[in-house]
């Protein structure tokens, strides 16, 4: 868990300093306040369930595959809900939310699934 926390940390960092040059460098009009509490949420939605996976993978690796799915569908349905809401409030920036959150979500579920295959590597 140690060294997933530390890579998503970094990813995390990476992205607030190119999000920090291109909102305040580039495209200072397309800033959104929420942005950054976006990707605090998946940030941390990303560990936890992450962290509950490994304990998952350590007790018993055949019930891994079903509590992966499981906990994947509800974290997508979770992270669709947030973003149905804020579009649907703030219509006028939902595009550009929208393609935040999900570069977001993309990199950090790419993250999430290399370290779950090497996982299931070392446990077969």
């Not at 509800?74 to 973003?83: E, Q």
């Not at 920036?93 to 999900?102: D, P, Q, R, V």
């Amino acid at each position: 868990m140690k060294s997933f926390l530390i890579k998503t940390s970094i990813l995390f960092l990476a992205i607030i300093a190119i999000g920090y040059v291109l909102y305040s460098q580039f495209i200072p009009h397309m800033y959104l306040p929420i942005l950054p509490f976006a990707l605090i949420f998946i940030y941390f939605l990303t560990n936890l369930i992450h962290s509950y996976l490994l304990k998952v993978a350590n007790t018993n690796i055949k019930k891994f595959i079903n509590w992966f799915m499981a906990l994947n569908f509800s974290k997508m349905f979770i992270y669709l809900i947030f973003a149905v809401i804020y579009s649907f409030l703030h219509q006028e920036n939902a595009k550009i939310f929208l393609i935040n959150y999900l570069v977001f979500y993309i990199a950090f579920t790419f993250l999430e699934i290399h370290e779950i295959v090497k996982l299931i590597r070392t446990k077969s």
